[in-house]
């Protein structure tokens, strides 16, 4: 009887330790995936993103298998007009980087700026990028466009989830925003307008809601939650962790919108 209680606790504890190497090796290749992921992401931005390099043909396009368009059109510098006069305003660093890597993983399409332009996209109401996007939209039969953008690190949220107006008749996205909205639940109390309702005309999501009638939203991500490391100050970053957490959330949220789509 001892003998037989002292197999059956060597198999137990056999067992355990197996199961035990077995969690350790998976947590060790998740992470390891987790930090292919990042360093593909920062590469991307370090190499096909060009902060000051200007060129007429300012922005790049890879076609998708979804109806959805990922859109960043402030990840390089641009031409920000003001009144009668402007000025060059600052990169979104990463939006262009993270909406290629989403569109990979995703199969969703993209258009991304690559270098910089005396286009502002988002604010001029004719521009070549809206031009195809257009396009595009007509090519493919897309039916909703996220527009990335970055907001600094001191502003007071984590994102920023520009709908235009939260009434049915002016939200940019009325039948998508219980989708967007569950996405961020546990993530950040109250995720919409807060800052970027993305209500002027010249914005990308309002073009594509009022112009091009499909739903459109527009996302402020915070830096703490998409630098994977800054190109003019290699030390700053952003944890990696929350990083991973957007990418996450972002990479679910269009998968859900687009098995939405395909029920209606």
């Not at 600094?152 to 939200?171: E, H, L, V, Y």
Request: charged letters at 25%.
């Amino acid at each position: 009887m001892a003998f037989l209680f002292c197999a059956l606790k060597r198999g137990f504890l056999l067992v355990a330790s197996l199961l035990i190497l077995f969690s350790l090796t998976v947590q060790k290749a998740s992470c390891k995936e987790m930090n292919r992921l990042l360093e593909e992401i920062r590469s991307i931005e370090f190499t096909q993103i060009h902060y000051d390099e200007q060129r007429k043909d300012y922005f790049g396009y890879s076609k998708g298998h979804i109806p959805i368009l990922i859109s960043a059109p402030h990840g390089v510098k641009h031409y920000r007009k003001s009144g009668g006069e402007g000025y060059w305003k600052d990169e979104d660093a990463y939006t262009s980087s993270l909406a290629i890597k989403l569109g990979q993983l995703t199969g969703a399409h993209v258009l991304f700026a690559r270098y910089k332009t005396k286009e502002d996209a988002n604010s001029d109401s004719v521009s070549r990028y809206k031009e195809f996007l257009r396009k595009t939209v007509r090519d493919h039969t897309i039916k909703f466009v996220m527009d990335l953008h970055g907001a600094c690190a001191s502003r007071p949220f984590k994102i920023d989830i520009g709908i235009m107006s939260d009434t049915p008749d002016g939200c940019s996205c009325p039948s998508l925003k219980p989708i967007v909205e569950k996405a961020f639940r546990d993530f950040e109390e109250q995720v919409f307008n807060k800052e970027f309702a993305a209500n002027n005309c010249g914005t990308i999501t309002s073009f594509a809601r009022n112009d091009l009638g499909i739903e459109a939203a527009q996302f402020e991500i915070n830096a703490r939650y998409r630098i994977v490391q800054s190109r003019s100050n290699p030390t700053m970053r952003a944890n990696e962790h929350d990083v991973l957490d957007m990418i996450a959330r972002l990479e679910r949220l269009i998968l859900d919108i687009d098995a939405s789509l395909r029920q209606k």
